[in-house]
């Protein structure tokens, strides 16, 4: 067991001294912040999880941390799937969860302040008897924080329309590594003040400040029409074909999801439910146009070879997508899973499945995928047995990545770098990017102690 040092010691006093029973040093707890649902596990338990109630707490526990060099991993509800807020030796974890409340709703001016730990789902029930939504809507959305949506930029369903969590924030307060409390953007819709450091601090990880508090963009709720098409492909390409087709032809799905053929397969055994074969392309439409859009998109589909199904009920369109929303626990059952995330151009899609099912092929491995067709990222996963990721799978993930750069997409579309995609970090930023990113992370965190070996490796 790790033997606290004569720094951590102070710290862990220090703690107590001034947040009493905010601070934990349960072995459980110690335990649970070991791991995010990435599948990695960090060798060892932190040193103790703080759960501060206020943000004079936060700055405490930062001012605290600065004193005496001790890291800190800021933690929200731990759904990450990068390995980005995973705690081991001699870190402190600033868990968010208390601060969880919705301040402010402005129905005039279509926006919302919260703190960090609110869930968001939690926040759209409570948003929806003023007739507004927060948009990003990723599969975690029942159980992930605002704050962690925040700080990895998340995405969701509902992002190829409404936009990912970028486009929904104005504003944030953020406690910075020596405690000082900055205010970053505004409530106007408009601002160009300054630098933007709030898109900056939006997908850092943890690794630049202390998300406190938010203020949010919303919308208007969407009444109206919805419609959902529902299409069988006996080919993965030809499906990602008709997404490609969808988008290009300017039509707006609000979503679009693929799911490929084996992923389909292991969604359906876990619902118990019989499989017909093929891949599965769901478009729903809304809006006061979305019935002539859906028209438009199933001729595109039919003529690319899709059997489909129009249907003009939003229950349709619920359970369609809970079927989509099943796909992590129907294969997380099967062993370790490695989730992965590219994202590549949206007409980039059918070279992108094409090039997996080569990879699959030559490995003599299946990777099931399921893409939020409509912004082109897609979840290709990796299942294997035990907690190390075989070399094979980390050769078949390489070449995966390196396909997607070349098709002038990214590492990762919406869960971030975390540990476990660094390796590939040179390839798609180069060493003067990188380096430019180092000194922006010094500038912040001069002492690095905000999620260290987070991102950026030593
Ligand atoms: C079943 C499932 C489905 C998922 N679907 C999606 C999806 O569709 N789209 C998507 O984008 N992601 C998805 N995810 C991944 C994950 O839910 C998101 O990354 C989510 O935004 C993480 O939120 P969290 O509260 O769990 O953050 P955590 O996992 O606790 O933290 C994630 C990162 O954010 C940092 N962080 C958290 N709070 C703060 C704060 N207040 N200030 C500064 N840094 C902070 C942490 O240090 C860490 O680096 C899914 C995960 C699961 C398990």
């Not at 990068?82 to 974890?93: H, K, N, R, Y």
């Not at 759209?124 to 930029?153: C, K, M, Y």
């Amino acid at each position: 067991m790790h033997q606290p040092l004569e720094g951590e010691s102070l710290a862990v006093d220090l703690l107590r001294d001034e947040l009493g029973d905010a601070v934990s040093f349960a072995s459980d707890i110690l335990d649970s912040a070991r791991r995010d649902k990435s599948g990695y596990e960090s060798p060892s338990a932190p040193l103790a999880v703080v759960t501060p109630r206020t943000t004079e707490q936060v700055q405490a526990i930062m001012r605290i941390a600065t004193q005496t060099r001790t890291p800190v991993v800021v933690r929200g509800a731990g759904t990450g799937l990068a390995g980005a807020a995973v705690a081991g030796d001699g870190e402190i974890v600033l868990s968010t969860l208390a601060l969880n409340k919705l301040l402010e709703v402005s129905r005039d001016d279509e926006l919302a302040v919260v703190q960090p730990g609110i869930i968001n789902a939690e926040l759209n029930e409570q948003l929806a008897p003023h007739g507004l939504w927060f948009a990003p809507d990723p599969a975690s959305r029942a159980i992930s924080t605002v704050g962690g949506n925040i700080a990895t930029n998340a995405g969701g369903l509902l992002c190829a329309k409404y936009g990912v969590t970028r486009e929904s924030v104005l504003g944030l307060k953020v406690v910075l590594a020596d405690g000082r409390l900055l205010e970053l953007g505004h409530r106007t819709v408009k601002g160009v003040t300054g630098l933007d450091f709030t898109a900056l601090m939006i997908g850092s990880e943890g690794t630049l400040g202390v998300v406190v508090e938010a203020t949010l963009r919303t919308r208007r709720l969407v009444s109206g029409p919805v419609a959902v098409i529902s299409a069988t492909f006996t080919s993965v390409e030809d499906a990602a074909r008709a997404s490609a087709v969808i988008t290009a032809s300017g039509l707006t799905p609000a979503v679009m999801e693929l799911i490929g053929e084996s992923a389909m397969v292991h969604i359906s055994d876990y619902l118990g439910l019989g499989h017909p074969g093929g891949s599965q392309l769901i478009v729903q439409f809304d809006g006061p146009g979305a019935l002539a859009e859906a028209d438009a998109a199933l001729t595109s589909i039919t003529s690319l070879g899709g059997t489909a199904v129009l249907s003009g009920d939003r229950a349709e369109g619920e359970r369609l997508f809970s079927l989509r929303r099943s796909f992590h626990p129907s294969i997380a059952r099967l062993g370790t899973v490695l989730i992965e995330d590219v994202c590549v151009p949206r007409s980039a899609l059918p070279a992108m499945f094409a090039a997996i099912g080569d990879i699959e092929r030559r490995y003599g491995i299946v990777i099931p995928t399921v893409a939020h067709a409509g912004d082109g990222n897609l979840h290709p996963n990796f299942v294997f047995d035990g907690p190390e990721v075989p070399d094979t799978i980390w050769a078949a993930a390489d070449e995966m990545f390196l396909t997607a750069l070349r098709l002038g997409g990214t590492l990762t579309g919406e869960h971030g770098i975390g540990l476990l995609k660094r390796r590939w970090l040179r390839d798609e930023l180069g060493d003067d990017q990188i380096e430019l990113q180092r000194q922006v992370k010094r500038v912040f965190d001069p002492l690095g102690i905000l999620n260290p070996g987070k991102v950026f490796t030593a």
